[in-house]
């Protein structure tokens, strides 16, 4: 079953602007997790925000978490061409020892030269 | 390099006929799972394991078989495989949870005629 549903489907922008996607979730989560996949090959990890956590900076990536919302936002400023790819936002729901992960159907993110 | 290693990246086989996807991680992770990607659907996790010889089901493990007797391998077999199962496959690794993501690899495309 689908936990986080990504906003918007797909984004186009330029170069140099900032680019931010959505995510919203249905459960309690342990911790969200973004993702981003260039097309067709494997996804690579960008950032993991707890549940008790608000916000979290890596480079140029700013994740905030509303708990309360059930929601997440991705913000990548000063975007590049090459930050094109599809991006995923993923909850770690489950209880006790179970560390899997539901994830989203992705934006699709196009940063225009 | 640390990596998740799947094989083959390519495969095109028949109705029926049995066929094992290997995937190896050489990071001494404990958690390792296999999820499939289709056009509209995401990213749907089959199975997942979190030790050596504990694995359960995902979101859709019909036809799907996995075993994890060693860390490092958790092979995914389909042992009559039909054109519904045509999709990207992808495994994945984590070491612990709540403090890093997870490594996929790059992904097997299965082709079912």
């Known amino acids: 079953s689908q936990q986080g549903e990504e906003d918007p489907q797909a984004l186009s922008i330029q170069e140099g602007e900032n680019a931010t996607m959505n995510c919203s979730y249905k459960?309690?989560?342990?911790?969200l997790q973004w993702y981003r996949q260039n097309s067709g090959r494997g996804l690579v990890h960008l950032i993991l925000?707890?549940?008790?956590?608000r916000e979290k900076h890596s480079g140029r990536l700013r994740v905030t978490l509303d708990t309360s919302k059930k929601s997440s936002s991705l913000l990548i400023t000063a975007s590049r061409a090459a930050d094109t790819a599809s991006y995923f936002c993923?909850?770690?729901?489950?209880?006790?020892?179970?560390?899997?992960?539901?994830f989203g159907k992705g934006t699709l993110l196009t940063v225009n030269p | 390099e640390a990596q998740v290693t799947q094989n083959p990246r390519y495969l095109i086989t028949v109705t029926g006929k049995k066929l094992t996807v290997t995937c190896s991680q050489n990071?001494?992770?404990?958690?390792m799972s296999w999820y499939r990607q289709d056009p509209g659907l995401g990213l749907r996790q089959i199975y997942y394991?979190?030790?050596?010889?504990?694995?359960d089901k995902g979101d859709v493990p019909e036809g799907y078989k996995v075993s994890r007797k060693e860390k490092r391998n958790f092979p995914l077999i389909l042992e009559s495989p039909s054109p519904n199962q045509t999709s990207l496959y992808f495994c994945?690794?984590?070491?612990?949870?709540?403090?890093?993501?997870?490594?996929f690899g790059s992904g097997t495309r299965l082709t079912v005629v």
């Open positions: 993923a909850t770690d729901a489950g209880g006790g020892s179970n560390y899997k992960l539901t």
């Open positions: 394991s979190m030790n050596v010889e504990v694995t």
């Open positions: 925000i707890r549940s008790n956590e």
């Open positions: 990071m001494n992770h404990e958690y």
């Open positions: 994945a690794s984590s070491l612990l949870r709540g403090v890093g993501g997870y490594t």
């Open positions: 459960t309690s989560i342990n911790n």
